[in-house]
């Protein structure tokens, strides 16, 4: 875990150079120019990007266009904005998450993109999506509210971890060291909002029948469970008596994913683009803007713990 209190990402240097006006202009003209120009912004040479044709028109929802009109996909935008952000200090960065809870339609989506980017085991869920009905019948209705952790700024489960392995690192995500934690699980007690499980090991194809009609344990389970998973950017085997087995997990904003300059999964599978993610420093992204915004709310914000996620209504 050395790795996630590092300062600077180990890959900063192979981020591309990009500014947020040089990827609108690269993308958002028409013509073989404007083509071949949003390709360079990611590293592609001119002459594939000529050999490839133009890519498919871009264009997002009105209120996710970029200042001055320019039509680009708001995965797109936040893309680039991130990639404005990892340029800079880490500590000058400061990541939240929105949920327009008017776009989500309960696919759970990003609950499952994040078991699978993750390889969460059974009982392990860093996204839930809480479903309740509203109204009298027949005038009833059902709202969606996904639920991942909340990044606060004054998180309760820090000061109660006895060794410290739970921490807010520089650019403010609230992390877990699992070759610290004991799994004494006070963090799941402290959090207010449920967004902590424990990993107690298990799979979801343990047990299955032996060859000898008896119910064997975790040596059977497919092999695809076992593998390894890159939480915080580091390779970890889910192996009996070995980290993260038995310690406290969480959602980390997919911080292995941002750091190479690529949105956290539950970002990229929303079908509504209703998960939106950035840097809230930087006031022209796209973040900053929903932020601003009248119908915007957090979860519990009467116990003072600022998070970082954000919903619109």
Known sequence: MAEARSDQSPNASRLPDVSRRGFLK??????????????????????????QGPPPALAGPPEMLSSGGDQ????ERMRTEMLVALQKPAVDRRWVMVIDLRRCVGCHA????????NNLPPGVVYRPVIEE?????????????????MQCEKPPCVPVCPTS?????????????????????????????????????????????GTDDRIVGRETAAQYELLPMFEYGEPRAREDGESPIGNARKCHFCLHRVKQGELP?????????????????DPDSL??????????????????TDPRVFYLS
């Open 165 to 209: 392995a739970t921490y807010t690192n520089e650019e403010g995500v609230v992390v877990v060291d699992y070759d610290d934690c004991i799994g004494c699980r006070a963090c799941l007690t402290a959090c207010p909002y449920g967004a902590r499980t424990a990993d107690f090991g298990v799979t979801y194809t343990e047990p299955t029948p």
């Open 287 to 304: 973040v900053a803007e929903m932020i601003a915004q009248p119908n915007v709310f957090r979860l519990k914000e009467e116990l003072g």
């Open 26 to 51: 690269g993308v958002a003209g028409v013509g073989a120019a404007a083509a071949i120009g949003s390709y360079e912004v990611f590293g592609i040479e001119p002459e594939t990007a000529a050999a």
């Open 110 to 117: 990003c609950t499952i993109s994040c078991v699978a980017e």
């Open 133 to 149: 009905e509203f109204g009298t019948y027949p005038n009833v209705g059902r709202r969606f509210t996904p639920r991942p952790c």
């Open 265 to 281: 999964a539950c970002v990229t599978s929303c079908i509504g683009r209703a998960t939106l993610f950035g840097d809230a420093n």
């Open 72 to 75: 680009v996909d708001t995965l």
